[in-house]
Structures are given as C-alpha cells and as structure tokens.
C-alpha cells in the first residue's frame, strides 16, 4: 500500500483538485482522514494508531465486564426479605409510631382550642374534684385535688393567637355533672401568668404578687337542671392579654355553702375573640 493522489476537476469552479489516495493492487483508493485536536488532518491508520484504538477498545471492554458483574451481583439480591423491610420499617416510622406516642400526641391534640370561622376561640376545661362529698363553705376554692392541684392553675390554652396578643372574653359556660338542689355559686379568677394552685375544699386565696395578674373575675350563680346544674355568663366584654405565651390561667371560689358529689366535673367553657 502506497500514498498517491489523482487530479479531478472541480463541478463548481472548473479548478484542478487533487484527491489523496492510495495506492492498493494498481488500483486508487481515497485515503480515510480524521483531524486531530489541533485541527490538523491525521491519517489514523498507522499500526500505532491502531494499536492505540485496540487498546482503548480493550479497556471499554473491561468496564463492560465490571458493569456485568455488578448488575449480576444486584440481580441476585433479595431486596424483600422480612429481615430488610423491617429494619426499613423502623427506620421509616421510628419512634413516632408507638402507641405510647401516638396516645401522647392524641392527648396534646384534645387541648387545642376549637376556632370558628370569625376567628373565635372555645377553650374548654374540665375541673374533676375529689372522690367526696364535704361540704364548701364560702370561700373556699375548687380544685381537682385536696393535696396536689393543677400546678399553675387550669388553663385556657392558646386562647390569642400568638403570645403577648389580646383578646375579648365574649361570654363563659360553666356546667356541673351534679343536679343538686343548691346549685353552685362562684368566681371564676382568670390570670395573665401562672399562680400558685390552691387545694380543694380550703380558704382561696393569691398572693400580693399574684393578684397583680389577674384580668378578670367573672361571678357566676348555677342553675338546677334536670340532669346538671349550668349557666351562661353571656355579653362579658372584658378586654385580655397574654403575657409571654398564648394562655390565660383561672382558678375557681365557691360563694355559697355548697354540697357536692364525688368526683363532681365542674366545665368551664370561655370564649376568646382576637383583638390583633
């Protein structure tokens, strides 16, 4: 085989152009040109070059292998044994999914106060007293335990909208599970912070401190019903703000002499309309 070249006459300008061949059996052949990274035309069929290309080739060909194998190794895993998808299981549901979790995040859910289109909002409270039936006397306070009340006081959880925001205390319903004929008078002491919780069934009373958190105080004078003594405290009006959270706090003072039953439920039910 032997470089070479012919003369041809160009269709368009009628000029000579001359066409490198090569020579193979007295015959012409065109020479296979490429052009390297400079530009420049390369004839890639030298024995180095091939060589070059057989190499390269042979290479492409190992990573095809590798490829292979791989893919034959993961086609025979078994992704689905019992063993895999219960460690993803737990990975995925963690914690979270347990029943003690889940009856936590019920119960967080149960106090979240119930908002009405206007932007109202109903925060309801049941107060369980304790497992007797000793009498009140006036002034005495009304809790859930005679050792071990609700520290704090009870709550009126996220009655604003954001912390230090106010509100208006529209109206109150307070209900009792007992249907005495002496039906309950009282006050309800609602606070802008968190005050020392009195015992069930002893003097009420607040500290010098305390008292300078209260915003409201609220008398109330239940009704008989045939099944549970209430009452509606209706058009109250009374302007609140919370300070450093979204809550009110409230205790409760007899005003009579008031016989109750055991494990009486006392519900108090406010309702708060945003001011801003």
């Known amino acids: 085989m032997a470089d070479s070249q012919i003369n041809t006459t160009d269709t368009v300008t009628g000029a000579t152009a001359p066409i490198a061949t090569q020579l193979i059996g007295g015959k012409h052949y065109p020479s296979r040109t490429s052009v390297d990274s400079t530009g420049a035309l390369v004839d890639p069929a030298t024995a180095a070059k091939q060589d070059a290309q057989s190499a390269i080739l042979t290479a492409i060909a190992g990573y095809t292998d590798g490829i292979e194998a791989l893919l034959a190794t993961i086609s025979g895993k078994d992704f689905a044994t019992q063993t895999t998808l219960a460690a993803l299981l737990a990975k995925v549901i963690a914690a979270p999914a347990t029943e003690a979790t889940a009856a936590a995040i019920l119960a967080a859910l149960a106090v979240v106060p119930v908002r009405g289109n206007d932007g109202i ?10 497992a007797d039936i000793i009498q009140y006397a006036i002034g005495d306070a009304l809790s859930d335990s005679t050792s071990a009340p609700t520290a704090g006081g009870f709550t009126f959880a996220n009655a604003v ?10 109206d109150i319903i307070i209900a009792s599970s007992s249907s005495a004929a002496t039906a309950l008078q009282g006050e309800i002491y ?35 019903g045939a099944n549970n003594n209430h009452v509606h405290l209706q058009n109250l009006g ?9 809550d009110f706090r409230f205790l409760v003072k007899v005003l009579n002499t008031y016989t109750p039953i055991s494990g009486e439920v006392l519900t108090v039910r406010a309702k708060f309309a945003p001011v801003d």
């Open 161 to 170: 909208r954001a912390a230090g925001k106010s509100c208006i205390l529209t």
């Open 121 to 130: 909002v109903t925060c309801s409270v049941d107060i369980t007293r304790p």
């Open 190 to 224: 609602i606070f802008d912070t968190a005050v020392t919780a009195v015992n069930d069934n002893t003097a009420f009373g607040v500290t010098d401190a305390e008292i300078k958190t209260l915003v409201a105080k609220v008398p109330f004078i239940m009704a008989v």
């Open 238 to 246: 009374i302007g609140l703000t919370t300070v450093g959270n979204r």
